[in-house]
């Protein structure tokens, strides 16, 4: 009988617990900091490439009223190497020489830049403040995108839908810029604070891009696979393991380029 209590407690804890999120918590002043190390190859026409990037954005709470917080984000460290089509690229924000490379030079303006966003403390979602003169593009915090353009800022928020129990599944998708991302979410366990949610999708659709003054288009087509750790009583991820194997295009001047993509990232976070 002591048996059964006890798993019926366990279940009970557990079902509750899962109910009972409270929003986000955070401090003024706080700062988050996420690490994001990705590592992808990319097939087109004129050969194999592989990159590897490995980045640290922070994320200062500079802000709070009853209902949001407000964040500032900015990259802190950069470190890439592209490998492939007969060119070997690499960058380290570290290293004072690699300001004046090719590719220091683009990321000079990107490493300098400060996004705001709005984040709501009931449902963990983010919206990037514009700038004066219009909103900008996310510029390095689509590194951490993960297929929407809050970027990192969303990456490091989740907030458990209420009821849920372990084995429920449940859907969403958001469609931005041209981009629908669809997300199948299923929580797996929960343990000491932390849930563990399997999560599988895709990210399809059609968008338009600036790059060096010309317009490019960009079809993408992609399937993605990712398991996420949650602190539920705070509703901030901690990890997330993402994989995604896809075949996109872009078309630019009339030109059509195919590519087939596989990349893993690994996130973590840190507060």
Known sequence: MKKLL????????GNSFAQNSNGIKLKKGQTITLNSVVNSETE????????????????????ENAETFTLNSSIAQMKMNMDGIGQNMSYDSEKPGDKDSEVGKAMGDKLKNVDTYILDKKTGK????????GEEEAGGMGMFSMGDDEGAANAAFFILPSGK??????SESTTSKGITTSKTYTLKSIAQDVATIDVTGTITGT?????????????MNNKIAEQMLVNVALGLVTKVNNTTDGTNSMDMMGQQMEMTIKSSTVTTVNF
């Open 207 to 219: 968008k338009e891009q600036e790059a060096n003054g010309m317009t490019m288009s960009i079809t």
């Open 126 to 133: 983010t919206t990037k403040v514009k700038k004066e003169g």
């Open 165 to 170: 129990k372990i084995g429920d599944s449940w």
């Open 44 to 63: 087109m026409q004129m050969g194999a490439m592989k990159n590897d990037i490995n980045t640290t954005i922070k994320l200062n709470v500079v802000d």
């Open 6 to 13: 006890s798993i019926a407690f366990l279940l009970c804890f």
